[in-house]
């Protein structure tokens, strides 16, 4: 079956303004995940969503991140204002559930370049 | 805090050789799982092998293994008869209850015709 789709691949865009992130899950996954990833460096937590539970928004940076999730299927991941330190490749994961012995399966990630 | 360190940022292997890509972690946690995962170059990350840390079985997958020190918080991922399709950048993960993974900052491997 289809696996995690995002879009777009890449994305340029001038400092200062908004960009929506888009993630399609895996149909059926009831969890799923943001993470970015800088250069060099490893993933770093964003948000996760599971079911109609309110999500954990504990790795967001700042308050111009946000992030929804519609139908409890695609979710958007928007950055207002965008700096140039946001500049990085956004990916989005999802797994069967919550329990941690779940596979998260990953996206191919949105690239973001903020000039 | 959780932490995952990988104290290795580049490795090369000659095609055919075993390499060894070491892993360590820092928790409080007593039930955990473990995780390695390759990113080639098109982003996409995929799971190699995991490890729940409840097991004392070193996990197994094919030509992928991992040696798995619970008390010495160290989890390192054997390749053996290594091959070109195994370059990529390496992360280990660690993951507890229902929350996201903790990544490590990675490992570049090289492997060499």
């Known amino acids: 079956g289809a696996g995690v789709s995002q879009s777009p691949s890449n994305k340029v865009t001038e400092k200062g303004k908004d960009v929506e992130l888009r993630c399609d899950p895996i149909?059926?996954?009831?969890?799923l995940y943001w993470y970015r990833q800088s250069l060099g460096q490893g993933l770093e937590f964003l948000i996760y969503?599971?079911?109609?539970?309110?999500?954990?928004k504990s790795g967001l940076p700042s308050d111009r991140f946000s992030a929804e999730r519609t139908g409890g299927s695609v979710s958007t991941l928007t950055i207002q204002r965008t700096q140039q330190e946001d500049s990085a490749v956004y990916l989005c994961?999802?797994?069967?559930?919550?329990?941690?012995?779940?596979?998260?399966?990953f996206g191919p990630g949105t690239r973001l370049t903020v000039l | 805090a959780q932490t995952v360190t990988q104290s290795q940022p580049e490795m090369s292997v000659q095609e055919a050789e075993t390499v060894t890509l070491s892993c360590t972690y820092d928790t409080s946690e007593s039930d955990y799982y473990l995780f390695w995962y390759k990113q080639p170059p098109s982003r996409q990350m995929i799971l190699v092998i995991r490890q729940e840390a409840y097991k004392q079985q070193n996990a197994t997958e094919n030509r992928f293994s991992v040696n798995f020190q619970k008390a010495a918080k160290s989890f390192s991922l054997k390749i053996s008869d290594s091959q070109l399709g195994d370059a990529a950048m390496y992360f280990c993960a660690y993951r507890t209850g229902a929350n996201n993974l903790f990544f490590g900052t990675g490992t570049r491997l090289t492997v060499i015709p």
């Open positions: 149909s059926g996954h009831t969890a």
């Open positions: 969503f599971q079911g109609n539970s309110a999500p954990d």
């Open positions: 994961a999802s797994s069967e559930g919550p329990e941690p012995y779940n596979e998260q399966f």
